[in-house]
């Protein structure tokens, strides 16, 4: 018996009969400049199929060559999620064809992955903490990227034909497979988001990846089942694949469970199967059957030899690991002197990072936090983009601070400056000299436009001589106009209050 995919099932009645299971498989490009396995660069955006070789087309007589840094930067994730790291590791083959995958098997990790057992502790909305257990931390190639023309989903099925680039085939990753999650009952949705937000913030303190969502650099399979209440075996699994966003984590797993409790209650049962996520609507949609490990035929990988990861290196590099963020943002918190909310909110935008950097670069904290979480998130918005994608850095974002700390700039010209940073036109200083924004100080050109100004509006220049200081507001305000706002507002009120005596 069959049920639509639009006929959902109440939240509250679905934790009425049935406890949700979900596992979460995390895939991570590494930042690295050249692929996995050759030499090819990892830039993203580059022309289609122009950054491919022999090695990641799977060309015959290729070999393939793992990259050493991907290698330190798995160990570094494996330590950074409490695993324990295989000292000796090996690559195998997945087989399976299908057009993305240029050698029709993909060079993974299987039975022994390079890290594994270990954990995650996140932090819910009302500051509970919840443990999230890590089965494994593998290293793996990307597969490329198909094109599919002519539909209205951009999905194949409509589509007229297909294009393929392989840029993105053979760049580094490292796949985080979680293991069930139980348990969570009506907070299963944020238990995801929250896990899924704590492994980015953990992978970008490391350095290992930019952690873009937007760009596909970090993407989440999202696995669900529902268990019938007197069950005392998982039920099974659908695959929400590649959602890439956290908010859309959240909505894959609400809307998995209101659909499987549709479905099963009706009678129906769950097919173990990929799904797609629709960001327009939080639906998800059939994709294909699921394979199983069997299906892949795993098989070492005969030309890569095993991966060893001696004990005194792991150690070193258990030395390299940041300060966690959670733990850098509690620490903060206190020096700042910020209630949980203003801190639970600057997290939510991602605004930590940045603020914290732009005070290392120079800036007041208050300074720096007022900038990014107004008019640079303001920015943000407008040019939809997030705000750590924004082609500013904390650095320049200090030296905007700074002019305007010296005077050099109003808060307004100082807006004009960073929109031209955004925008491309260089460095703040150079704009600054370029458009010629430094406030103006010469007092004599000051008062030339003050007097003008008092000249044009004898009646406001009345109203100040009998008292009233507050109509020098309409002055001051001609004066900034005249002079492009490029006066210091306090010095021109001064002006104007001494000439008007």
């Not at 009969?17 to 580059?46: A, N, Q, S, W, Y």
């Not at 009952?185 to 969502?213: F, H, I």
């Not at 699921?290 to 990988?301: H, L, M, S, V």
Request: glycine letters at 8%.
């Amino acid at each position: 018996m069959s049920v639509a995919t639009d006929d959902l099932m109440d939240f509250d009645e679905v934790l009425e009969r049935f406890d949700p299971v979900m596992g979460m498989e995390v895939h991570v490009e590494l930042g690295t400049e050249t692929k996995m396995f050759c030499g090819c660069p990892t830039t993203f955006g580059g022309d289609p199929n122009s950054q491919v070789c022999p090695a990641c087309l799977g060309l015959p007589g290729s070999l393939p060559v793992a990259n050493a840094e991907a290698i330190e930067s798995a160990v570094r994730i494996g330590l950074a999620l409490n695993c324990s790291i295989r000292e000796s590791s090996v690559f195998a083959r997945k087989n399976y064809f299908y057009p993305d995958q240029p050698k029709n098997y993909q060079i993974s990790q299987y039975d022994e992955p390079i890290a594994y057992e270990g954990y995650l502790d996140v932090v819910l909305d009302d500051g509970v903490t919840w443990r999230v257990e890590i089965e494994r931390a593998h290293m793996e190639e990307d597969t490329g990227k198909s094109l599919h023309v002519g539909g209205a989903t951009g999905r194949i099925h409509g589509a007229s034909h297909s294009l393929l680039d392989y840029n993105r085939a053979g760049v580094p990753l490292v796949e985080i497979v979680s293991k069930p999650i139980a348990g969570a009952g009506e907070r299963a949705p944020e238990v995801a988001r929250a896990y899924v937000t704590a492994l980015r913030d953990l992978l970008r303190s490391l350095g290992v990846s930019d952690v873009r969502m937007d760009q596909g650099s970090m993407r989440c399979d999202v696995n669900l089942s529902l268990m019938a209440k007197d069950a005392a075996e998982f039920g099974t699994r659908t695959e929400t694949k590649n959602v890439n966003s956290l908010k859309s984590v959240e909505a894959a797993v609400d809307y998995e469970m209101r659909r499987q409790g549709a479905l099963l209650a009706a009678g129906g049962e769950v097919i173990q199967e990929t799904r797609h996520f629709h960001e327009s609507d939080g639906t998800t949609s059939p994709g294909r059957r699921k394979e199983t490990a069997e299906d892949y035929r795993y098989f070492p990988e005969p030309d890569l030899p095993p991966v060893i990861a001696e004990p005194a290196w792991v150690e070193q590099l258990r030395g390299t690991l940041p300060e966690l963020p959670w733990v850098r943002r509690a620490r903060i918190q206190a020096e700042w002197g910020v209630s949980d909310e203003v801190m639970r909110d600057l997290v939510n935008v991602g605004a930590v990072d940045l603020i914290i950097a732009t005070a290392e670069a120079g800036a007041a904290p208050d300074a720096a936090r007022s900038w990014w979480v107004s008019f640079l998130a303001q920015q943000a918005n407008t040019r939809g983009t997030e705000l750590t994608a924004l082609a500013i850095t904390p650095a320049q974002v200090a030296e905007v601070i700074g002019l305007v700390d010296e005077g050099k700039l109003t808060n307004k010209l100082a807006q004009q400056v960073v929109v031209a940073v955004l925008d491309g036109e260089g460095e703040p200083a150079q704009i600054v000299a370029d458009r010629g924004l430094e406030v103006v100080r010469d007092d004599s050109a000051l008062q030339a436009a003050v007097d003008a100004a008092l000249a044009a509006n004898p009646d406001i220049a009345d109203k100040i001589r009998d008292g009233k200081v507050q109509a020098a507001g309409k002055i001051v305000g001609d004066v900034m106009k005249a002079t492009r706002g490029q006066a210091d507002p306090a010095r021109v009120k001064e002006l104007v209050l001494a000439a008007c005596q």
